[in-house]
Protein backbone atom coordinates (compact mmCIF):
# COMPACT_ATOMS: atom_id res chain seq x y z
CA UNK A 1 0.00 0.00 0.00
CA UNK A 2 1.54 3.36 -0.91
CA UNK A 3 1.98 5.51 1.80
CA UNK A 4 -0.46 8.97 2.35
CA UNK A 5 1.16 12.15 1.83
CA UNK A 6 1.83 12.98 5.16
CA UNK A 7 4.09 11.27 6.86
CA UNK A 8 3.17 11.35 10.17
CA UNK A 9 2.96 8.38 12.92
CA UNK A 10 -0.99 8.15 13.06
CA UNK A 11 -2.56 7.90 9.69
CA UNK A 12 -3.75 10.51 7.58
CA UNK A 13 -7.84 11.28 7.60
CA UNK A 14 -10.30 12.18 4.92
CA UNK A 15 -13.47 14.12 5.43
CA UNK A 16 -15.40 13.39 2.36
CA UNK A 17 -18.22 15.14 1.34
CA UNK A 18 -21.00 15.06 -1.57
CA UNK A 19 -23.87 17.68 -1.68
CA UNK A 20 -25.84 16.53 -3.57
CA UNK A 21 -25.28 14.82 -7.20
CA UNK A 22 -26.62 12.30 -10.04
CA UNK A 23 -25.53 8.58 -10.06
CA UNK A 24 -22.34 9.04 -11.77
CA UNK A 25 -21.90 12.10 -9.92
CA UNK A 26 -21.96 9.08 -6.43
CA UNK A 27 -19.89 6.71 -8.29
CA UNK A 28 -17.16 9.24 -8.84
CA UNK A 29 -17.59 9.49 -5.24
CA UNK A 30 -16.80 6.21 -4.56
CA UNK A 31 -13.87 5.95 -6.68
CA UNK A 32 -12.23 8.59 -5.01
CA UNK A 33 -12.56 7.05 -1.69
CA UNK A 34 -11.46 3.77 -3.03
CA UNK A 35 -8.20 5.76 -4.73
CA UNK A 36 -7.59 7.43 -0.82
CA UNK A 37 -8.28 4.13 0.93
CA UNK A 38 -6.01 2.51 -1.11
CA UNK A 39 -3.77 5.25 -0.16
CA UNK A 40 -3.62 4.62 3.34
CA UNK A 41 -6.18 7.36 4.52
CA UNK A 42 -8.69 6.43 6.97
CA UNK A 43 -12.45 8.51 6.49
CA UNK A 44 -13.27 11.06 9.92
CA UNK A 45 -16.45 12.45 9.47
CA UNK A 46 -15.03 14.95 11.98
CA UNK A 47 -13.91 18.91 10.09
CA UNK A 48 -11.25 19.62 12.30
CA UNK A 49 -9.71 16.30 12.60
CA UNK A 50 -9.12 16.08 8.70
CA UNK A 51 -6.01 16.26 6.81
CA UNK A 52 -8.07 16.42 3.38
CA UNK A 53 -11.41 17.63 2.72
CA UNK A 54 -12.86 16.56 -0.44
CA UNK A 55 -16.02 18.13 -1.81
CA UNK A 56 -17.82 16.49 -4.64
CA UNK A 57 -20.19 18.69 -6.50
CA UNK A 58 -23.59 19.13 -8.24
CA UNK A 59 -24.70 21.82 -10.48
CA UNK A 60 -27.34 20.97 -11.88
CA UNK A 61 -29.73 23.17 -10.18
CA UNK A 62 -29.22 26.58 -8.63
CA UNK A 63 -29.45 24.94 -4.75
CA UNK A 64 -27.07 22.34 -5.40
CA UNK A 65 -24.39 24.66 -6.56
CA UNK A 66 -25.42 27.38 -3.68
CA UNK A 67 -24.59 24.25 -0.96
CA UNK A 68 -21.24 24.29 -2.56
CA UNK A 69 -20.74 28.03 -2.09
CA UNK A 70 -22.25 27.92 1.23
CA UNK A 71 -20.09 24.79 2.66
CA UNK A 72 -16.77 26.09 1.22
CA UNK A 73 -17.48 29.27 3.33
CA UNK A 74 -17.73 27.55 6.47
CA UNK A 75 -13.69 26.16 5.66
CA UNK A 76 -12.30 29.15 5.81
CA UNK A 77 -12.26 28.88 9.31
CA UNK A 78 -11.42 24.87 9.40
CA UNK A 79 -7.86 26.10 7.18
CA UNK A 80 -7.21 29.28 9.45
CA UNK A 81 -7.05 26.77 12.48
CA UNK A 82 -5.01 23.81 10.37
CA UNK A 83 -3.24 25.70 7.59
CA UNK A 84 -2.28 21.87 6.98
CA UNK A 85 -5.22 20.65 5.35
CA UNK A 86 -5.77 20.24 1.90
CA UNK A 87 -9.03 20.92 0.41
CA UNK A 88 -10.04 19.67 -3.04
CA UNK A 89 -13.10 20.93 -4.79
CA UNK A 90 -14.51 18.29 -7.55
CA UNK A 91 -17.39 17.51 -9.93
CA UNK A 92 -19.48 19.79 -11.52
CA UNK A 93 -19.00 22.97 -10.17
CA UNK A 94 -15.25 22.83 -10.28
CA UNK A 95 -15.56 21.99 -13.75
CA UNK A 96 -18.08 25.00 -14.33
CA UNK A 97 -16.32 27.48 -12.58
CA UNK A 98 -12.53 26.02 -12.70
CA UNK A 99 -10.42 29.19 -11.79
CA UNK A 100 -12.92 31.38 -10.49
CA UNK A 101 -13.19 29.03 -7.44
CA UNK A 102 -9.53 29.46 -6.69
CA UNK A 103 -9.99 32.99 -6.74
CA UNK A 104 -12.78 33.30 -4.50
CA UNK A 105 -12.24 30.71 -1.61
CA UNK A 106 -8.38 31.71 -1.35
CA UNK A 107 -7.48 28.79 0.97
CA UNK A 108 -9.06 25.60 -1.73
CA UNK A 109 -5.90 23.79 -2.92
CA UNK A 110 -7.26 21.82 -5.89
CA UNK A 111 -9.93 22.50 -8.21
CA UNK A 112 -10.39 18.93 -9.78
CA UNK A 113 -12.94 19.47 -13.04
CA UNK A 114 -14.86 16.08 -14.23
CA UNK A 115 -12.47 14.39 -16.66
CA UNK A 116 -9.60 14.64 -13.76
CA UNK A 117 -11.19 12.15 -10.95
CA UNK A 118 -8.45 9.25 -11.63
CA UNK A 119 -5.37 12.43 -10.74
CA UNK A 120 -6.31 12.80 -7.34
CA UNK A 121 -4.06 10.47 -5.16
CA UNK A 122 -1.04 12.75 -7.62
CA UNK A 123 -2.50 15.96 -7.63
CA UNK A 124 -2.58 15.75 -2.82
CA UNK A 125 1.00 15.09 -3.51
CA UNK A 126 1.85 17.63 -5.33
CA UNK A 127 0.09 20.52 -3.39
CA UNK A 128 1.85 18.81 -0.18
CA UNK A 129 5.40 19.19 -1.19
CA UNK A 130 5.18 22.15 -3.45
CA UNK A 131 2.48 24.08 -1.43
CA UNK A 132 1.12 25.16 -4.90
CA UNK A 133 -2.66 25.60 -5.83
CA UNK A 134 -3.70 23.39 -8.86
CA UNK A 135 -7.00 23.99 -11.33
CA UNK A 136 -6.84 20.41 -13.24
CA UNK A 137 -9.52 20.55 -15.55
CA UNK A 138 -7.97 17.60 -18.28
CA UNK A 139 -10.05 17.25 -21.87
CA UNK A 140 -11.66 13.91 -21.35
CA UNK A 141 -9.91 11.11 -22.31
CA UNK A 142 -12.14 8.19 -21.97
CA UNK A 143 -9.91 5.40 -22.32
CA UNK A 144 -7.33 6.06 -20.01
CA UNK A 145 -10.46 7.11 -17.25
CA UNK A 146 -12.10 3.49 -17.72
CA UNK A 147 -8.57 2.00 -17.87
CA UNK A 148 -7.67 3.58 -14.52
CA UNK A 149 -11.67 3.10 -13.75
CA UNK A 150 -11.22 -0.18 -13.88
CA UNK A 151 -7.79 -1.45 -12.56
CA UNK A 152 -9.61 -0.57 -9.04
CA UNK A 153 -11.66 -3.14 -9.02
CA UNK A 154 -10.13 -6.42 -8.40
CA UNK A 155 -8.71 -5.39 -4.64
CA UNK A 156 -11.89 -4.55 -3.85
CA UNK A 157 -15.32 -7.01 -1.99
CA UNK A 158 -18.33 -5.40 -4.15
CA UNK A 159 -21.19 -3.96 -2.75
CA UNK A 160 -24.79 -5.96 -2.79
CA UNK A 161 -25.80 -3.42 -5.44
CA UNK A 162 -22.58 -2.20 -7.56
CA UNK A 163 -23.01 0.95 -10.25
CA UNK A 164 -21.39 0.35 -13.51
CA UNK A 165 -21.04 3.67 -15.40
CA UNK A 166 -21.55 2.88 -19.25
CA UNK A 167 -21.03 6.01 -20.56
CA UNK A 168 -20.98 9.50 -20.19
CA UNK A 169 -22.00 12.89 -21.05
CA UNK A 170 -24.92 14.19 -22.97
CA UNK A 171 -25.58 15.07 -26.36
CA UNK A 172 -29.17 15.82 -26.17
CA UNK A 173 -28.99 19.56 -25.29
CA UNK A 174 -32.35 19.91 -22.73
CA UNK A 175 -32.46 23.95 -23.04
CA UNK A 176 -32.27 24.00 -19.28
CA UNK A 177 -29.89 21.87 -18.74
CA UNK A 178 -26.28 22.28 -17.36
CA UNK A 179 -25.19 18.39 -17.59
CA UNK A 180 -23.92 18.91 -21.78
CA UNK A 181 -21.56 21.67 -20.63
CA UNK A 182 -20.16 20.15 -17.92
CA UNK A 183 -19.40 16.62 -18.44
CA UNK A 184 -18.74 17.00 -22.32
CA UNK A 185 -20.67 14.91 -25.34
CA UNK A 186 -21.87 11.46 -25.00
CA UNK A 187 -19.22 8.76 -24.92
CA UNK A 188 -19.71 5.33 -24.87
CA UNK A 189 -17.53 2.57 -22.61
CA UNK A 190 -17.11 -1.05 -24.88
CA UNK A 191 -18.63 -3.56 -23.98
CA UNK A 192 -15.98 -6.31 -22.90
CA UNK A 193 -15.06 -3.63 -20.70
CA UNK A 194 -18.48 -3.58 -18.89
CA UNK A 195 -18.78 -7.25 -18.82
CA UNK A 196 -15.21 -7.78 -17.31
CA UNK A 197 -15.94 -5.21 -14.47
CA UNK A 198 -19.86 -6.77 -14.32
CA UNK A 199 -17.86 -10.62 -14.06
CA UNK A 200 -15.52 -8.87 -10.98
CA UNK A 201 -18.49 -7.37 -9.34
CA UNK A 202 -20.03 -10.38 -9.38
CA UNK A 203 -17.08 -12.49 -8.27
CA UNK A 204 -17.31 -9.84 -5.39
CA UNK A 205 -20.22 -10.42 -4.29
CA UNK A 206 -22.47 -7.90 -6.22
CA UNK A 207 -26.03 -9.34 -6.72
CA UNK A 208 -27.38 -6.22 -8.31
CA UNK A 209 -25.85 -3.66 -11.15
CA UNK A 210 -26.65 -0.32 -12.07
CA UNK A 211 -26.01 0.78 -15.16
CA UNK A 212 -25.12 4.19 -15.33
CA UNK A 213 -25.55 7.04 -18.04
CA UNK A 214 -27.29 10.14 -18.87
CA UNK A 215 -28.90 8.40 -21.70
CA UNK A 216 -28.77 5.05 -21.18
CA UNK A 217 -30.90 4.00 -24.50
CA UNK A 218 -28.33 5.71 -26.89
CA UNK A 219 -25.53 3.33 -25.62
CA UNK A 220 -23.34 1.95 -28.10
CA UNK A 221 -22.99 5.00 -30.44
CA UNK A 222 -19.17 6.12 -31.99
CA UNK A 223 -18.53 2.38 -30.68
CA UNK A 224 -16.15 0.30 -33.26
CA UNK A 225 -18.36 -2.78 -32.34
CA UNK A 226 -21.88 -2.18 -33.18
CA UNK A 227 -23.55 -2.91 -29.78
CA UNK A 228 -26.72 -1.48 -29.04
CA UNK A 229 -28.20 -0.68 -25.45
CA UNK A 230 -30.21 -4.25 -25.65
CA UNK A 231 -27.40 -6.07 -27.18
CA UNK A 232 -24.85 -5.00 -24.15
CA UNK A 233 -28.07 -6.32 -21.95
CA UNK A 234 -28.55 -9.23 -23.40
CA UNK A 235 -24.58 -9.95 -23.01
CA UNK A 236 -25.06 -9.25 -19.34
CA UNK A 237 -27.71 -11.85 -19.29
CA UNK A 238 -25.50 -14.48 -20.85
CA UNK A 239 -21.97 -14.03 -19.84
CA UNK A 240 -22.53 -12.72 -16.34
CA UNK A 241 -23.25 -14.52 -13.33
CA UNK A 242 -25.29 -11.33 -11.86
CA UNK A 243 -28.87 -11.53 -10.41
CA UNK A 244 -30.28 -8.05 -11.07
CA UNK A 245 -29.94 -5.17 -13.40
CA UNK A 246 -31.27 -1.60 -13.14
CA UNK A 247 -30.27 1.35 -15.62
CA UNK A 248 -30.88 4.88 -15.42
CA UNK A 249 -31.73 7.57 -16.89
CA UNK A 250 -33.41 6.70 -19.91
CA UNK A 251 -34.56 9.18 -22.46
CA UNK A 252 -38.34 8.92 -23.38
CA UNK A 253 -37.23 9.85 -27.40
CA UNK A 254 -35.55 6.89 -27.07
CA UNK A 255 -37.29 4.17 -25.60
CA UNK A 256 -37.34 2.16 -28.30
CA UNK A 257 -39.88 -1.47 -28.82
CA UNK A 258 -37.10 -3.43 -28.66
CA UNK A 259 -35.80 -1.86 -25.38
CA UNK A 260 -39.73 -2.48 -23.83
CA UNK A 261 -39.53 -6.48 -24.99
CA UNK A 262 -36.18 -6.50 -23.38
CA UNK A 263 -37.38 -5.40 -20.03
CA UNK A 264 -40.72 -7.44 -20.39
CA UNK A 265 -38.45 -10.37 -21.09
CA UNK A 266 -34.99 -10.50 -20.28
CA UNK A 267 -35.23 -12.26 -16.14
CA UNK A 268 -32.36 -10.21 -14.65
CA UNK A 269 -34.10 -6.95 -15.76
CA UNK A 270 -35.69 -5.64 -12.55
CA UNK A 271 -39.25 -4.51 -13.45
CA UNK A 272 -38.45 -0.79 -13.28
CA UNK A 273 -38.18 1.86 -15.26
CA UNK A 274 -37.39 5.22 -14.36
CA UNK A 275 -38.34 7.72 -17.46
CA UNK A 276 -38.35 11.56 -17.06
CA UNK A 277 -40.86 13.73 -18.05
CA UNK A 278 -39.88 16.88 -16.93
CA UNK A 279 -43.50 18.08 -18.07
CA UNK A 280 -47.00 17.48 -19.16
CA UNK A 281 -47.69 20.42 -21.71
CA UNK A 282 -46.34 20.03 -24.95
CA UNK A 283 -45.69 23.58 -25.87
CA UNK A 284 -43.13 23.33 -22.77
CA UNK A 285 -41.95 20.17 -23.69
CA UNK A 286 -40.91 21.68 -27.45
CA UNK A 287 -39.11 24.68 -25.67
CA UNK A 288 -37.17 22.38 -23.28
CA UNK A 289 -36.08 20.75 -26.59
CA UNK A 290 -37.26 17.15 -25.20
CA UNK A 291 -38.22 15.76 -28.53
CA UNK A 292 -41.57 13.77 -27.86
CA UNK A 293 -45.19 15.19 -26.58
CA UNK A 294 -47.16 14.07 -23.62
CA UNK A 295 -49.33 11.52 -26.03
CA UNK A 296 -46.19 9.80 -26.95
CA UNK A 297 -44.98 9.62 -23.54
CA UNK A 298 -48.39 8.15 -22.62
CA UNK A 299 -48.10 5.86 -25.70
CA UNK A 300 -44.63 4.46 -24.51
CA UNK A 301 -46.11 4.10 -21.36
CA UNK A 302 -48.88 2.30 -22.24
CA UNK A 303 -47.04 -0.04 -24.22
CA UNK A 304 -44.65 -0.74 -21.44
CA UNK A 305 -47.81 -1.46 -19.07
CA UNK A 306 -49.00 -3.85 -21.87
CA UNK A 307 -45.55 -5.55 -22.39
CA UNK A 308 -45.03 -5.98 -18.41
CA UNK A 309 -47.96 -5.29 -16.14
CA UNK A 310 -45.46 -5.67 -13.03
CA UNK A 311 -43.36 -2.52 -13.87
CA UNK A 312 -42.65 -0.17 -11.44
CA UNK A 313 -42.10 3.49 -12.72
CA UNK A 314 -40.80 6.79 -11.82
CA UNK A 315 -40.50 10.17 -13.07
CA UNK A 316 -38.21 13.31 -13.30
CA UNK A 317 -40.85 16.51 -13.21
CA UNK A 318 -39.81 20.43 -13.41
CA UNK A 319 -42.27 23.45 -12.81
CA UNK A 320 -42.01 26.78 -13.44
CA UNK A 321 -40.17 26.41 -16.43
CA UNK A 322 -39.87 29.90 -18.31
CA UNK A 323 -43.59 30.78 -19.72
CA UNK A 324 -44.96 27.89 -18.13
CA UNK A 325 -48.89 28.89 -17.37
CA UNK A 326 -51.24 27.70 -15.09
CA UNK A 327 -53.05 25.88 -18.20
CA UNK A 328 -49.26 24.19 -18.77
CA UNK A 329 -49.01 23.32 -14.86
CA UNK A 330 -52.56 21.75 -15.05
CA UNK A 331 -51.48 19.91 -17.91
CA UNK A 332 -48.49 18.17 -16.08
CA UNK A 333 -51.02 17.47 -13.51
CA UNK A 334 -53.14 15.58 -15.25
CA UNK A 335 -50.46 13.97 -16.99
CA UNK A 336 -49.38 12.89 -13.57
CA UNK A 337 -53.00 11.51 -12.82
CA UNK A 338 -52.93 9.71 -16.08
CA UNK A 339 -49.88 7.89 -15.31
CA UNK A 340 -49.82 7.34 -11.90
CA UNK A 341 -46.42 6.90 -11.06
CA UNK A 342 -44.83 4.63 -8.05
CA UNK A 343 -42.36 7.37 -7.45
CA UNK A 344 -41.33 11.07 -8.70
CA UNK A 345 -38.48 13.31 -7.99
CA UNK A 346 -39.99 17.14 -8.71
CA UNK A 347 -38.29 20.05 -8.99
CA UNK A 348 -38.42 24.04 -9.26
CA UNK A 349 -36.96 25.03 -12.31
CA UNK A 350 -33.64 27.50 -11.52
CA UNK A 351 -31.11 28.99 -14.55
CA UNK A 352 -28.07 27.32 -14.99
CA UNK A 353 -25.17 29.09 -16.67
CA UNK A 354 -24.48 27.91 -20.33
CA UNK A 355 -28.32 26.72 -20.44
CA UNK A 356 -30.46 28.35 -23.19
CA UNK A 357 -33.37 28.27 -21.51
CA UNK A 358 -31.86 30.98 -18.92
CA UNK A 359 -32.08 33.90 -21.80
CA UNK A 360 -36.03 32.72 -22.71
CA UNK A 361 -38.79 35.56 -20.95
CA UNK A 362 -41.12 35.42 -19.09
CA UNK A 363 -39.42 33.56 -15.98
CA UNK A 364 -42.13 32.14 -13.53
CA UNK A 365 -41.50 34.03 -9.83
CA UNK A 366 -40.59 32.00 -7.33
CA UNK A 367 -43.90 32.16 -5.34
CA UNK A 368 -45.55 30.29 -8.25
CA UNK A 369 -42.55 27.80 -8.32
CA UNK A 370 -43.04 27.11 -4.73
CA UNK A 371 -46.82 27.07 -4.95
CA UNK A 372 -47.01 24.52 -8.36
CA UNK A 373 -44.38 22.42 -6.40
CA UNK A 374 -46.35 22.34 -2.92
CA UNK A 375 -49.58 21.17 -5.20
CA UNK A 376 -47.65 18.71 -7.36
CA UNK A 377 -46.21 16.98 -4.40
CA UNK A 378 -48.87 16.73 -2.26
CA UNK A 379 -50.94 15.22 -5.55
CA UNK A 380 -47.87 12.80 -6.30
CA UNK A 381 -47.95 11.83 -1.98
CA UNK A 382 -51.30 10.66 -2.37
CA UNK A 383 -50.84 8.53 -5.42
CA UNK A 384 -47.26 6.84 -3.76
CA UNK A 385 -48.87 6.23 -0.83
CA UNK A 386 -51.95 4.24 -2.89
CA UNK A 387 -49.96 2.25 -4.67
CA UNK A 388 -48.01 1.19 -1.83
CA UNK A 389 -51.12 0.34 0.00
CA UNK A 390 -52.09 -1.99 -3.03
CA UNK A 391 -49.06 -3.50 -2.30
CA UNK A 392 -50.51 -4.72 0.79
CA UNK A 393 -50.89 -8.60 0.54
CA UNK A 394 -48.89 -9.33 -2.12
CA UNK A 395 -45.44 -11.77 -2.00
CA UNK A 396 -42.59 -9.61 -3.50
CA UNK A 397 -38.70 -10.69 -4.02
CA UNK A 398 -36.17 -8.50 -1.75
CA UNK A 399 -32.42 -8.39 -2.14
CA UNK A 400 -31.42 -7.72 0.88
CA UNK A 401 -29.36 -4.88 1.41
CA UNK A 402 -28.72 -4.22 4.69
CA UNK A 403 -30.10 -4.03 8.74
CA UNK A 404 -32.97 -1.34 8.39
CA UNK A 405 -32.68 2.01 10.01
CA UNK A 406 -35.49 0.87 11.92
CA UNK A 407 -33.50 -1.03 13.74
CA UNK A 408 -34.65 -4.18 16.11
CA UNK A 409 -33.14 -6.34 14.11
CA UNK A 410 -34.87 -5.52 11.24
CA UNK A 411 -33.09 -5.84 7.18
CA UNK A 412 -33.96 -4.26 4.40
CA UNK A 413 -34.08 -4.57 1.00
CA UNK A 414 -35.77 -4.00 -2.69
CA UNK A 415 -38.28 -5.21 -4.64
CA UNK A 416 -37.85 -5.32 -8.00
CA UNK A 417 -40.22 -2.37 -8.69
CA UNK A 418 -37.63 -0.28 -6.31
CA UNK A 419 -39.57 -0.05 -3.38
CA UNK A 420 -38.27 -0.42 0.20
CA UNK A 421 -39.17 -3.26 2.07
CA UNK A 422 -38.26 -3.42 5.75
CA UNK A 423 -39.01 -7.06 7.78
CA UNK A 424 -37.61 -9.07 10.84
CA UNK A 425 -34.52 -11.32 9.28
CA UNK A 426 -31.27 -12.30 10.53
CA UNK A 427 -28.26 -10.52 9.20
CA UNK A 428 -26.78 -13.28 7.20
CA UNK A 429 -29.38 -12.95 4.56
CA UNK A 430 -27.25 -9.73 3.64
CA UNK A 431 -26.75 -10.10 -0.35
CA UNK A 432 -29.80 -13.17 -0.31
CA UNK A 433 -33.34 -12.37 -2.58
CA UNK A 434 -36.05 -13.47 -0.42
CA UNK A 435 -39.90 -13.70 -0.83
CA UNK A 436 -41.72 -11.61 1.38
CA UNK A 437 -45.62 -11.04 2.38
CA UNK A 438 -46.04 -7.51 2.20
CA UNK A 439 -48.25 -6.38 5.19
CA UNK A 440 -47.93 -2.77 6.04
CA UNK A 441 -47.63 0.17 3.47
CA UNK A 442 -46.04 3.96 4.36
CA UNK A 443 -45.37 6.58 2.53
CA UNK A 444 -41.56 5.35 1.37
CA UNK A 445 -41.35 1.87 2.38
CA UNK A 446 -43.51 -0.89 3.03
CA UNK A 447 -43.28 -3.66 5.64
CA UNK A 448 -43.02 -7.16 5.16
CA UNK A 449 -42.77 -10.45 6.43
CA UNK A 450 -40.11 -13.09 5.60
CA UNK A 451 -41.22 -16.14 3.18
CA UNK A 452 -38.16 -17.81 2.53
CA UNK A 453 -34.49 -18.10 3.81
CA UNK A 454 -33.39 -16.75 0.62
CA UNK A 455 -31.00 -17.93 -3.02
N1 LIG B 1 -30.13 12.76 -17.62
C1 LIG B 1 -31.25 12.74 -16.85
C2 LIG B 1 -31.22 13.58 -15.58
C3 LIG B 1 -30.52 14.84 -15.55
S1 LIG B 1 -30.53 15.85 -14.13
C4 LIG B 1 -32.41 13.08 -17.74
O1 LIG B 1 -32.24 13.33 -18.89
O2 LIG B 1 -33.53 13.07 -17.31
C5 LIG B 1 -31.84 15.29 -13.11
C6 LIG B 1 -33.06 16.14 -13.12
O3 LIG B 1 -32.80 17.46 -12.67
C7 LIG B 1 -33.69 16.34 -14.48
O4 LIG B 1 -34.43 15.25 -14.89
C8 LIG B 1 -34.52 17.57 -14.27
O5 LIG B 1 -35.82 17.23 -13.82
C9 LIG B 1 -33.79 18.31 -13.15
N2 LIG B 1 -33.16 19.52 -13.68
C10 LIG B 1 -32.20 19.63 -14.61
N3 LIG B 1 -31.89 20.92 -14.85
C11 LIG B 1 -32.70 21.66 -14.06
C12 LIG B 1 -32.87 23.06 -13.87
N4 LIG B 1 -32.18 23.95 -14.55
N5 LIG B 1 -33.80 23.46 -12.96
C13 LIG B 1 -34.52 22.56 -12.27
N6 LIG B 1 -34.41 21.23 -12.41
C14 LIG B 1 -33.50 20.77 -13.30
FE1 LIG C 1 -29.64 17.08 -19.22
FE2 LIG C 1 -31.39 16.44 -21.07
FE3 LIG C 1 -28.98 15.34 -21.11
FE4 LIG C 1 -30.71 14.67 -19.23
S1 LIG C 1 -30.95 14.30 -21.43
S2 LIG C 1 -28.57 15.18 -18.94
S3 LIG C 1 -31.79 16.55 -18.83
S4 LIG C 1 -29.44 17.50 -21.43
FE1 LIG D 1 -25.17 17.16 -11.13
FE2 LIG D 1 -23.12 16.88 -12.70
FE3 LIG D 1 -24.72 14.87 -12.24
S1 LIG D 1 -24.45 18.61 -12.63
S2 LIG D 1 -26.67 15.85 -11.96
S3 LIG D 1 -23.45 15.88 -10.74
S4 LIG D 1 -23.66 15.29 -14.12
Not at 47 to 58: K, Q, R, S, W
Not at 98 to 122: M, P, Q, W
Not at 179 to 208: D, K, T
Not at 221 to 226: H, R
Request: glycine share 6%; with cysteine.
Amino acid sequence: MQQPFLKTADPARYLFVQTFGCQMNEYDSLRVQRMLSRRGYLPTSDLHAADVIFLNTCSVREKAEQKVHSFLGRLRRVKARNPQVRIIVAGCVAQQLGKKLLERFDYVDVVLGTGGIDSVGELLEQVQDDHCRITHLPDRQEDENWRALFQQLPSIQSEIVAPVTIMQGCNNFCTYCIVPHVRGRERSRRPNEIIREIQLLAAGGAREILLLGQNVNSYGKGLAEKTSFVDLLHRIGSETDIDRVRFTTSHPKDLSDALVACLAQLPILCKYLHLPVQAGSDRILQRMNRGYSADRYRERIDRLRQCCPEMGLSSDVMVGFPGETEEDFDETMRLLNDIQFDNLFSFAYSDRPYAASSHFPDKVSREVKARRLTELQSLQATITLNKNQAEVGSVREVLVEGPSRNGEGQITGRTQQNRIVNFTGPRHLLGKIVRTKITAAFSHSLKGELLSKGS
